[in-house]
């Protein structure tokens, strides 16, 4: 609740409690589905500061247990924070700075997806033509670095962001490039992990961390990591003792912890560029990475963002890191590097794993060199270099259902560029 209302609030934009209670707050995983439409909140505001302050949003209070005081989550800089179970507001935070509604820097050509068979991809996307229970809320075509489709469901716009889900790790190993391009870490550097010489996780690297490959144990499949998303818990204590299972670079194993400890190992470098300065300057201003409350980033899956930020993400590995003036932000061939599936693979599920990315290797339709930004509940962010295209679909599809079908989406939606 912090975060949906704090960050559209931060765009200019709003968002009412009940919307974000149907749509966020829906579907979401057991036990929490059956109890969290039960418990008493409350969203609170400054009041007594300045006039430009007086009605943001300060923070959220949830009741939980009669023998406990209310969760809480909190708005600072970079968005929200949950506070530790039993703990309060901080002593000190950052206010909020809001950037304003988007901007118009688009070129917006919508005639080129706007006949009948193009309205219809619209209407089966927003319906269950892609998946029986899937809850679309936006879908963005870009082509030749031109919006060319735009759709919104109501409630939502270009203003509005939602949760990343784990395009987050596609945004975190981003990140890890633009700090490779400064010449602050190598990928074949180590993570930093292990409790001194001879601990054998000091030779879990960067790039096995990014890959999915660091050998660790995970406490579930797919390492949900709920201590640290819905306990208070930090990224420090949470994602970095995790003992060996297999030896680095040997087994692929989906990991939240290690999208985590591949962010970690470049901390230092946040120090004089933080992801807010790597944003603003690849024009994803309606973007936050937020972090817990000591300020380490969770980037495995809380970054809130638009569709067109995430557009622009997109836009950026179809130009291989080089934005429109020329300056380069991402290391030469970055784009092939996280495309690349030279690491221990998936088995079962029809796609690779590169670096950060999904690979959509193997589906009628969709040309071989297309990879893919996945979230949970529906977020997407599809790159088709051999196109020129990018492909945004973001959703709140229920935990457990049926999903959304973007390989066939993204056959078809290439198909109708083609007509």
């Known amino acids: 609740m912090c975060s949906a209302i704090g960050n559209a609030e931060r765009n200019g934009a709003t968002r009412d409690e009940e919307h974000i209670a149907a749509w966020e707050l829906t579907g979401i995983q057991a036990p929490l589905d059956e109890i969290v439409g039960e418990l008493p909140y409350q969203v609170l505001r400054y009041s007594g500061m300045s006039d430009q302050i007086n009605g943001m949003l ?27 179970i039993g703990a309060g ?10 950037v304003g509604s988007v901007d118009q820097g688009w070129t917006v050509d919508d005639a080129v997806l706007d006949g009948e068979a193009a309205q219809g991809l619209v209407q089966a996307a927003f319906g ?3 998946g029986a229970d899937a809850r679309t809320s936006a879908i963005l075509v870009l082509k030749d670095g031109r919006i060319v489709r735009e759709d919104y469901a109501p409630g939502f716009g270009p203003d509005v962001p939602q949760r990343t889900w784990s395009v987050a790790k596609s945004i975190a190993a981003t990140l890890v490039g633009s700090a490779v391009q400064r010449g602050l870490v190598r990928v074949d550097d180590s993570a930093g992990l292990g409790l001194g010489e001879g601990d ?24 949900r990591t709920d201590p640290l998303y819905f306990g208070g818990a930090t990224v420090e204590e949470r994602a970095t003792q995790w003992p060996l299972v ?25 120090l004089i560029y933080p992801p807010s300065a790597f944003f603003r300057d690849t024009g994803m201003m309606h973007t936050v990475a937020e972090t817990d409350w000591q300020g380490g980033y969770i ?33 030469e061939g970055w784009s092939e590097y996280v495309s690349a599936a030279s690491g221990p693979q998936p088995e079962g599920r029809g796609l690779g794993y590169g670096a950060g990315w999904w690979l959509f290797n193997d589906h009628e339709g969709v040309p071989a060199d297309t990879y893919a930004a996945q979230g949970n509940r529906g977020q997407y962010v599809v790159v088709v270099p051999s196109e020129n295209v990018v492909i945004v ?7 457990g259902g049926s999903g959304f079908d973007i390989q066939a989406f993204t056959a078809d939606v290439l198909a109708a560029l083609a007509e």
């Open 200 to 223: 054998p996780r000091a030779l879990i690297t960067v790039d096995h961390a990014l890959r999915m490959a660091t050998g660790r144990y995970s406490d579930t499949p797919g390492n």
């Open 89 to 98: 507001l901080p002593e000190r935070r950052q206010i909020p700075r809001p």
């Open 246 to 270: 297999y030896a680095p670079g040997t087994m692929w194993r989906y990991a939240n912890n290690d999208t985590l400890v591949a962010v970690r190992a470049i901390r230092e470098s946040f």
């Open 299 to 331: 980037l495995s899956s809380q970054v809130w963002t638009t569709a067109r930020d995430l557009a622009r993400l997109g836009q950026l590995h179809l130009d291989d890191g080089v934005l429109p003036d020329g300056t380069r932000l991402l290391p």
């Open 58 to 84: 300060s923070h959220v209070a949830v009741g939980w247990a009669e023998d406990m005081p209310p969760r809480i989550a909190y708005t600072h800089f970079n968005g929200c924070s949950l506070a530790p």
């Open 393 to 399: 679909r973001r959703g709140e599809d229920p935990a």
């Open 128 to 130: 269950d033509a892609y």
